[in-house]
């Protein structure tokens, strides 16, 4: 797994790592074939993670979306 951000809150910083994963498999696959399981894996956490910190699958991939729309605005 990856290093990111701060140990003082873990939840916000394997949010951090689960959205920039998120935002390269957007990147690379598109959104409508990124799988939660995916990014989960490849951030080294277990799939349910993405329920517990994003609510779902889609919440995950907006929040992606949304930060990578920003970047090209």
């Known amino acids: 797994m ?10 916000a910083s394997l949010r951090e790592l689960l959205l920039r994963e998120a935002e ?12 939660a399981r995916q990014v989960a894996v490849n951030v080294g956490v277990h799939p349910s993670t993405v329920v517990n910190l994003f609510g779902s699958r889609a ?8 930060r990578l729309s920003q970047r090209t605005d």
């Open 2 to 11: 990856s290093q990111c951000c701060s140990a003082k809150d873990p939840a």
């Open 24 to 35: 390269r498999a957007i990147a690379e696959q598109g959104f409508f074939d990124v799988s």
């Open 59 to 66: 919440a995950l991939l907006k929040a992606a979306q949304a």
